[in-house]
């Protein structure tokens, strides 16, 4: 640990604070999607909640998957949500034990998640809400989802800004789970680097227009934000292609 430690401070000196800021943020939404992709053996399931050729068809027309992509998607929603309860719900549990490894225990970054997959605000995320968070990261989504979706992502107390107190409670529990410390002293200097470029009225928070203008400045903050292999996410599926019950 030492070590690493050692070395990441030695990295950090050829970096601006902004760019630090950016290199601990992009590690968020792989994280996410890898440990869904990850933690489950891909062998086809019978349907818990059965979607019908219609309702492929209209999830589909609201996302940039085709009809073949949202099977894949469902065959892996499938997988999550019956880790735990086998309901075909996805819990909060069983997104915890996807990211963390664990069903229990408090984190801050595992609840802002949650928080944006569940769309309608009833404690479960649905396959619908799945399909869509996903679609932000898709290639040819636009960058205007992009840009609002890591917005969303650090304002906490969904004010419509990102506050000073909200980016601290962030960047700390995305570091708790990299395995990563930096000095309080370190952490505010990235936080004063950040505030001093994207606040640019001065008021002590980031509004929407100010957060795209910092973004589209500092275009490492949205590296992650695109994963490539959903421009075809059957070809994650080894055992995908032999199942499916549509033909695009």
């Known amino acids: 640990m030492e070590s690493r430690r050692s070395a990441l401070d030695e990295r950090s000196s050829y970096f601006t604070p902004s760019e630090r800021l950016c290199a601990v943020f992009k590690g968020i939404v792989e994280t996410v999607i890898f440990s869904f992709l990850g933690c489950f053996s891909f062998q086809h399931l019978p349907p818990k909640h059965h979607y019908t050729i219609n309702d492929l068809n209209r999830i589909s027309s609201t996302t940039l998957f085709t009809v073949n992509e949202v099977e894949a998607l469902l065959d892996l929603f499938k997988k999550l949500s019956r880790s735990i309860i086998d309901d075909g719900l996805l819990h909060k549990e069983e997104l915890q034990l996807a990211l963390l490894r664990t069903p ?37 989504a636009s960058l205007e989802d992009k840009i609002d979706f890591a917005f969303r992502l650090y304002d906490l107390k969904d004010t419509g800004y990102i506050e000073r107190e909200e980016v601290r409670l962030m960047l700390n529990a995305i570091l708790q789970e990299s395995d990563l410390q930096l000095s309080e002293e370190y952490l505010e200097a990235i936080i004063d680097k950040t505030f001093a470029d994207a606040d640019a009225n001065k008021d002590g928070k980031i509004n929407k227009e100010e957060w795209k203008e910092f973004v589209i400045q500092n275009p490492t903050l949205l590296k992650n934000m695109t994963l490539p292999y959903l421009m075809d996410i059957t070809t994650v599926f080894p055992s995908f292609i032999f199942n499916t019950e549509v033909d695009d």
């Open 104 to 140: 229990a225990g408090k984190n801050l970054f595992l609840d802002r998640i949650f928080d944006l997959f569940d769309e309608k605000k009833n404690g479960v995320i649905e396959f619908e809400e799945f399909a869509h968070a996903l679609n932000v990261f898709h290639p040819r």
